[in-house]
């Protein structure tokens, strides 16, 4: 591409995401909905679409849609219809999928997204969210193509935003909080590299100033926040090149390359009048009743905005280490359940963002399989907090409670990292090494007052590494000003 100057125009983006939702079985039959299985063994007449097989719909999925509507702020619709959305593709069996179009089970709504730019989030309004069922899974090999239905009938909850956004960094952070969302009130594990969780991006760019929409181009299936960030910004550059030389840049489906990072066509860009919907006359309108509603609003839980809101204003937390440790539901859970008779909350935050996480980090195991249990690191930050350990004994405790899996107590007591807190004792080592360095007595009495750490250091090994430090600091102050 020839030199790009941004600055001449806008990105226009919004974003369709297709979650995979946490139920046992699939949408409208009682098929196992577990990743992984051998091709088409999860399958039955109704998701092979076998002739006379009827679909039944999945309560558990309504729940869910529920759920993912109050959290959005959205508004849950009383009455709401499936349609059929009609393409044949051979991982279709039906030659049409059951989705929801003119009537979503929720409508509008909104999310903030956290934003660097003064503090301000950013608010993506949205359009809907609307339930639909997934298509099977076309497999390459060589010269011919396999089809595995495992997937056919899976419950999908696509989510799709107002273009409210204007970059790929946006773009990507709107999907992370979105995700999190969606593992917060478990409508969905959100594991984006098993396609549980996948976005498509429709992006246009206009002259800066301009009110109507460039011509856009959806980019299909990104599953990492990373080619989501990097497609856009590639197609954002691509169209701006194409109208800077003079042509007209094209409604395509195009797919992105993440080994060249380049997007590239796929088919020309379908319209909603050419998937014929029309009413699925094989189900009933779809009857959500108040009270069930505010029924799940009662039981929702605290979600990751609020909760970060509530560390920074209670724990006195930044926005950053609260983003950190709300990022995940776990890490949040883990975090609270160290905190239990800690005076600072701070210390415990930047521990599990460092120490905790870097572990878990290092091994690849989730946080439950490769950390300690919360209430023994928060029982390990209290002996720190209380003067019986020193910092990096703690560090050196929870490395071997990490191998072990052994109590902080328990991991303290075999080390022998007690700290020795004995005045008496400390007192005692401070008169020996005093007697010995008479000319460094001298030396910092006359005005050597970085002589101050040496007997520190002497101090501190005569102790064998174990004494407390303020102990120490306070008995040599009074004794050198002696």
Request: hydrophobic share 40%; glycine share 8%; aromatic share 6%.
């Amino acid at each position: 591409m020839a030199t790009i100057n941004r600055e001449k125009y806008e990105a226009v983006i919004g974003l369709e995401i297709h979650t995979h939702l946490l139920t046992k079985s699939k949408m409208f039959c009682g098929c196992s909905t577990e990743f992984g299985g051998e091709p088409n063994d999860h399958t039955c007449p109704i998701c092979t679409a076998m002739p006379g097989a009827l679909p039944v719909l999945n309560q558990h999925v309504i729940e869910i849609a529920v759920r993912a509507g109050i959290a959005a702020h959205c508004e849950v619709a009383p009455y709401s219809i499936f349609d059929r959305k009609s393409y044949f593709y051979p991982d279709l069996p039906k030659g049409y999928q059951i989705s929801q179009y003119e009537t979503p089970v929720c409508k509008g709504g909104y999310i903030d997204v956290p934003s660097d730019k003064n503090g301000e989030p950013l608010r993506v309004r949205l359009v809907r969210i609307h339930l639909e069922e997934d298509a099977g899974k076309n497999i390459h090999e060589g010269n011919h193509s396999l089809v595995d239905l495992n997937r056919s009938g899976v419950p999908l909850l696509e989510i799709v935003s107002e273009p409210d956004i204007r970059s790929g960094a946006e773009a990507a952070a709107y999907v992370q909080e979105m995700r999190a969302i969606l593992r917060y009130i478990d409508a969905s594990d959100g594991r984006m590299e098993e396609g549980s969780l996948r976005c498509d991006c429709n992006v246009s760019v206009r002259p800066r100033g301009q009110k109507e929409f460039g011509v856009k181009t959806e980019i299909k299936n990104l599953n990492s926040f990373r080619f989501v960030e990097k497609a856009i910004e590639y197609e954002i550059d691509r169209q701006i090149d194409i109208i800077e030389s003079g042509g007209k840049v094209t409604q395509e489906t195009h797919l992105w390359d993440p080994v060249r990072e380049v997007t590239r066509p796929m088919r020309s860009k379908e319209y909603a009048n050419d998937y014929r919907y029309f009413p699925e006359p094989d189900l009933p309108p779809l009857i959500v009743p108040p009270d069930l509603v505010e029924a799940i609003r009662g039981e929702m839980p605290e979600l990751p905005a609020d909760r970060r809101a509530r560390y920074v204003k209670d724990f006195g937390l930044t926005p950053y280490e609260a983003g950190v440790l709300t990022a995940e539901r776990e890490i949040s859970a883990y975090f609270e359940a160290t905190l239990p008779g800690l005076k600072n909350r701070k210390t415990a935050a930047n521990w599990v963002m460092t120490e905790v996480l870097r572990i878990v980090h290092e091994s690849g195991k989730s946080l439950a399989e490769a950390a300690p249990a919360a209430i023994e690191v928060g029982a390990l930050l209290r002996m720190v907090e209380e003067s019986k350990i020193s910092l990096n004994a703690a560090k050196t405790s929870f490395a071997a409670m990490v191998k072990s899996g052994k109590s902080a107590e328990a991991t303290v007591a075999e080390l022998g990292l007690a700290q020795v807190s004995d005045e008496g004792a400390i007192a005692s080592a401070i008169d020996k090494i005093l007697a010995t360095e008479t000319e460094k007595v001298n030396e910092y009495r006359a005005g050597r007052d970085k002589l101050f750490g040496f007997f520190v250091g002497q101090a501190m090994k005569a102790m064998g590494g174990k004494a407390n430090p303020k102990v120490i600091n306070d008995l040599l102050r009074k004794k050198l000003a002696g």
